[in-house]
């Protein structure tokens, strides 16, 4: 039952709780002529080759940030960039029914307009088995989002960080 917010005085329903990136910034920035000569993209996975020639690896994930009032989590679709082993073992272990337990170094490959430092930021990837999309577990427990990510935010705070989204443009609400 939507109760009015404490912060704002609104009624937050039907709000939004995910929302995706299309592709990993530094392959989003190529432009599309490049991305298209230098590697690809699927709603799960991208690699290509950057300007020092470099291959990169990449895995579409989710960071899930508590949300208790609504009793579920927002889910930040986040790709997380990965070494080439890792990646091989994640597409090799896609249609695996167990998540895993032994957590894969990444770091986030998507910037997000409020909040500095999510661009590059190292994290813990675990595979959640077929039905999931890999989680993410920030490594440095004082950066805001690890905060969040473990005290949880308001529904008001997902309805802000929505608005700014849809203002930055970049991103897309999940459907
Ligand atoms: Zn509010």
Do not use: Y
């Amino acid at each position: 039952m939507p109760s009015k917010c404490g912060v704002c005085g609104q009624v937050h329903d039907n709000v939004a709780m995910d929302v995706a990136f299309g592709m990993p910034d530094p392959f989003f920035r190529l432009g599309r002529r490049e991305r298209d000569r230098r590697g690809q993209v699927t709603s799960d996975l991208c690699q290509f080759v950057d300007a020092e020639d470099r291959e990169r690896f990449f895995v579409r994930c989710v960071l899930l940030v508590p949300v208790p009032e609504a009793g579920d989590s927002f889910a930040w679709g986040f790709w997380a960039e990965v070494s080439e082993q890792d990646f091989d073992t994640i597409v090799d272990t896609w249609d695996d029914a167990a998540p895993s337990n032994t957590p894969i170094r990444a770091t986030i490959a998507n910037p997000i307009p409020m909040m500095d430092g999510v661009l590059g930021l190292e994290v813990d990837l675990l595979t959640q088995g077929a039905e999931d999309r890999p989680h993410l577990l920030i490594r440095d427990k004082s950066h805001p989002l690890a905060q969040q990510q473990s005290r949880g935010m308001s529904l008001h705070g997902v309805v802000e960080v929505l608005k700014k989204l849809e203002s930055s443009g970049e991103i897309k609400v999940a459907e």
